[in-house]
């Protein structure tokens, strides 16, 4: 039998007010995990932004003593059109806003 893949968890959707795509993308694994990004139906027209939120520790909590200890990081991430590569940290949840071009089929 093939061995099993750990995934990444993922979903997106469309902020249609501001032309504005927005991914939700989960890495609960203790490792980094590379991903690809293709988005079909979509053109990113600039650079996208990434709110990371991450910890040595699925169970780490903010307190008085590590007041940071979970705390979101900005980033930004750079499409080719409508792909991109992006690392998402052990223990992560990553939202990427992007402006997008949308092709409107009927």
Known sequence: TPELIPTLYAVGGLNAARDELVLFLANPFPEP??????????????AATLTQLTADSPDAVNSLEAPTAVAPKALTLSFDGSDTTAVLPAYSLTVVRAPAELSRKR
Not at 40 to 46: E, F, L, P, Y
């Open 33 to 46: 995990r590379a991903t690809r990004i293709e988005l079909h139906g979509a053109k990113i027209t600039g």
